[in-house]
């Protein structure tokens, strides 16, 4: 009998689309599915240690051939097929590379999953992206461990988890693994007009105490200090309330939250955050812009009617054709909020996503693993923001590049927090009822219909009821 969470081996296979290939006679369960073939359990993944040689880390065998599977959507396959596995062919002259591009992962490769014909190298993303919680369950996927730990191409003296920005490897888990490669990066804060800032000769406040006088100031124009949309993208403002809270007291107040354990909601940082933000609203802000929507309430900002607007960094993308010659995008952290708090003020949320993984039991894992770190040099990451107008997860490397206004302050914001990155809540993928109630909750609270205790308390009352159903598997994670 399986526990709530749990999922059985068939479960797996289910999920993995492979079910149509264990069903012939005689065949064992996973005669089909894992690559040794043998049935019972999944054939063991090979293990790769590190060599001594910082300029072939993973002992790369350099004749043999290498196979790319990316997904082309949004960004593409040039970063790919004419930077990446160029940069790979310069390293290992002579070197054959098989180049897949296609929208279709799950539907090309499940099959050969099955089969364990595996690509070396896949870019795993889009709406037909393969399950990796069931590829790790099979063995599939290669431990990027001594990948993180290699040297950098760019200073072998330094580690590759040094160089990349702390949500790579917070995200790279699966079942306490670090089998997964996110690579862009996109910026949860504040943003703002610069234009308007210079024009006015405004400083970005870096207190509360200045936050709230420049919110006096701007009132005397008639522009709001903050809105949000009410309408489709509350849940902006709910991030924004836990990204306070995390800078009030520290990552933790976030990871508790996603663990369910009891009384995260009700932890002080998270009173401090929500009561600081209903005070902008009711001071500062206008309760219309409760009907409104995002694309409404961008167009607003647009305007110079409000100053600050809690988004990501896709913001400008999403309103490039609006944008007036007089607005450009900036993105700023949220101000102290008191004297103590544990994260330094230019402290940012940054999100990692399109993930990449090496097959485990493919023909060429070792250089599956240089081809990531490939990825991961300035160069590599260098030239994918080029070619895409998306930022990597590599730290610096888009220095000296000519971005959009919006793109070239989140990189540099990026920079200057460095370590300093405020976590993502897991909860909104973990727990979706969870989400979808703060979503609805933090309009209540943010209208004064509820306090902040109140919102606090009904939280945790709801995140009590999902602890207890059994129904609901649960998620954790330490970091």
């Not at 988890?161 to 490669?181: E, Q, S």
């Not at 996603?258 to 005070?279: C, H, I, Y």
């Not at 607007?309 to 007036?324: F, L, Q």
Request: include cysteine; charged fraction near 20%; aromatic fraction near 8%.
């Amino acid at each position: 009998m399986t526990h709530p969470g749990e999922i059985t081996r068939r479960q797996l296979l289910r999920r993995l689309g492979m079910t149509a290939f264990v069903a012939g006679p005689g065949a064992g369960l996973l005669s089909a599915c894992a690559t040794a073939g043998t049935g019972g359990e999944p054939s063991a993944a090979p293990s790769i240690t590190a060599s001594a040689d910082t300029k072939n880390p993973f002992g790369v065998d350099p004749k043999k051939p290498l196979e790319v599977v990316i997904f082309s959507g949004g960004y593409g396959d040039a970063y790919a097929k004419d930077l990446h596995e160029e940069l790979y062919k310069k390293e290992f002259p002579g070197v054959s590379i098989k180049h897949n591009a296609t929208q279709q992962i799950g539907t090309q490769l499940r099959p050969r999953f099955a089969a364990g014909d595996v690509p070396d190298v896949l870019n795993n993303s889009g709406p037909d992206s393969m399950d990796l919680a069931a590829l790790a369950a099979e063995n599939h996927l290669a431990d990027l461990t001594v990948l993180f730990d290699a040297p950098s191409i760019d200073d072998p003296a330094k580690k590759i988890r040094d160089t990349v920005t702390p949500a790579v490897i917070d995200n790279a888990k699966i079942n306490g693994k670090d089998l997964v490669l996110n690579y862009t990066v996109s910026h949860r804060a504040l943003w703002y007009n610069a234009k308007l800032f210079a024009s006015k000769g405004w400083s970005l406040p870096r207190t509360w105490a200045e936050f709230t006088a420049l919110g006096d100031t701007a009132k005397q124009e008639g522009i709001l200090l903050f809105a949000y949309p009410g309408q489709k993208g509350p849940y902006y403002q709910l991030w924004n309330v836990l990204y306070t809270a995390a800078k009030i007291g520290g990552n933790q107040v976030i990871i508790d939250i996603d663990n369910l354990v009891d009384n995260a909601w009700n932890a002080e940082p998270m009173k401090q955050a929500v009561t600081a933000w209903v005070d902008i609203q009711a001071k500062y802000g206008d309760k219309a812009y409760f009907g409104l929507d995002h694309t409404q309430t961008q167009v607003k900002q647009l305007q110079n009617k409000l100053l600050f607007y809690p988004v990501g960094s896709w913001v400008e993308n999403e309103m490039a054709k609006d944008k007036p010659d007089d607005f450009e995008y900036a993105i700023a952290p949220i101000p102290d909020v008191t004297a103590a708090d544990k994260m330094p003020y230019g402290a940012i949320q940054v999100g990692v996503g399109e993930n990449f993984v090496v097959a485990a039991k493919g023909k060429n894992p070792q250089g599956g693993l240089e081809y990531l770190r490939i990825m991961l040099s300035k160069d590599g990451a260098r030239g994918f923001t080029e070619k895409t107008e998306n930022l990597t997860v590599v730290n610096g490397a888009a220095a000296g590049l000519d971005l959009p206004a919006g793109l070239m302050s989140a990189a540099k914001a990026q920079d200057a927090a460095g370590q300093n990155i405020i976590t993502d809540a897991r909860f909104e993928g973990w727990y979706k009822e969870l989400f979808d109630y703060g979503t609805q909750q933090i309009n209540v609270v943010m209208a004064g219909r509820i306090t902040p205790e109140r919102f606090c308390a009904n939280m945790q009352k709801k995140a009590d009821e999902i602890k207890k159903d059994d129904a609901v598997a649960k998620q954790t994670r330490s970091q």
